[in-house]
C-alpha cells in the first residue's frame, strides 16, 4: 500500500514561469490538503479537496494560486507566475477523513 | 496569527533522558491534537495524539499531556534516543473541520 506520492520532489523554475506539483493520495483516501513550509516556519495550510471539489481554501493566496483534484488522476497545485517568494517545501496530506493526516515526502520549489 | 505556538525553536537533550516539547494554543474550540515528528527531507510522520476529553495518552515511549484550562500540551520522550533527533510539529483541529493548524516546530537534538 504506496503512501501519499508527491511529484516532482525538486522543481526549478524561473520567475514568471509555471509550477505544477502533482499528489496521489493514499489509496482508500478520499480527503487531500495542501500545506506549505517556508524556510525556518512551520507548515501552512493552504487548501483542503474532496474529489472534484474544493472544501476549503480558506489558505490559498489569492492570486496565481489555484488546486484541483479531478475525478480521475492526482491532485494539482499550480502556481502561475511564480516569484522568489514561492520558494518552499509543498507538502501534500491526505486521509479517509478528518483527524490524522498522512503525509507525502514534499515538493521543493526553487524558483531563480 | 499564530493559534498553534512552540516556543522552543529548539531543544538539546542527553541520550536516556527525558524529552519534554511543550505546545500552546489560543483557539478555545480545538478539541483534538497531534505531534508529528520530520525528519530532514521527509514529510512530517504522525506519532501520537489526544483528544480534548482526555487529559494523558501514552504509547511506547511517547506520552502526550493536555492542560485544557492553561491551553498547553506537551510532549514526553523517555527515555530519549538519538533516532528521536528530528523536528516535533504541534497540530490542532477543531470539532468539524478537517484542517490541521501547525506549530512552527520545535528541532530536537539526542546527544550521545
Known amino acids: 500500500n504506496a503512501g501519499v506520492m508527491q511529484n516532482p520532489r525538486h522543481l526549478v523554475r524561473r520567475r514568471g514561469q509555471e509550477a505544477r506539483l502533482r499528489c496521489s493520495p493514499m489509496?482508500?483516501?478520499?480527503?487531500v490538503y495542501w500545506y506549505r513550509q517556508l524556510p525556518e516556519e512551520g507548515l501552512k495550510f493552504m487548501v483542503y479537496?474532496?474529489?472534484?471539489?474544493?472544501?476549503?481554501e480558506s489558505g490559498m493566496p489569492k492570486e496565481r494560486f489555484s488546486a484541483e483534484f479531478p475525478k480521475e488522476g492526482p491532485s494539482i497545485l499550480r502556481i502561475q507566475q511564480v516569484v522568489r517568494g514561492d520558494s518552499a517545501a509543498y507538502f501534500c496530506?491526505?486521509?479517509?477523513?478528518?483527524?490524522?493526516?498522512?503525509f507525502g515526502a514534499g515538493s521543493r520549489l526553487t524558483v531563480l | 496569527d499564530q493559534q498553534v505556538k512552540q516556543n522552543s525553536p529548539s531543544l538539546s537533550v542527553q541520550e536516556g533522558r527525558i524529552s519534554i516539547l511543550n505546545c500552546d494554543y489560543t483557539?478555545?474550540?480545538?478539541?483534538?491534537f497531534l505531534w508529528y515528528k520530520k525528519y530532514p527531507a521527509e514529510g512530517p510522520t504522525f506519532l501520537i495524539s489526544?483528544?480534548?476529553?482526555?487529559d494523558k495518552n501514552e504509547d511506547g515511549r511517547f506520552t502526550v499531556f493536555l492542560n485544557k484550562s492553561a491551553k498547553h500540551l506537551s510532549l514526553h520522550i523517555v527515555p530519549s534516543q538519538p533516532g528521536d533527533s528530528a523536528v516535533y510539529f504541534c497540530?490542532?483541529?477543531?470539532?468539524?473541520?478537517?484542517?490541521?493548524?501547525f506549530g512552527q516546530g520545535t528541532r530536537l537534538t539526542i546527544n550521545p
Open positions: 489509496k482508500g483516501h478520499s480527503h
Open positions: 497540530a490542532a483541529r477543531t470539532t468539524g473541520a478537517q484542517k490541521l493548524v
Open positions: 479537496l474532496q474529489k472534484e471539489n474544493i472544501i476549503d
Open positions: 489526544i483528544s480534548s476529553i482526555k
Open positions: 496530506a491526505s486521509s479517509p477523513w478528518g483527524n490524522v493526516l498522512t
Open positions: 483557539n478555545s474550540m480545538f478539541d483534538y
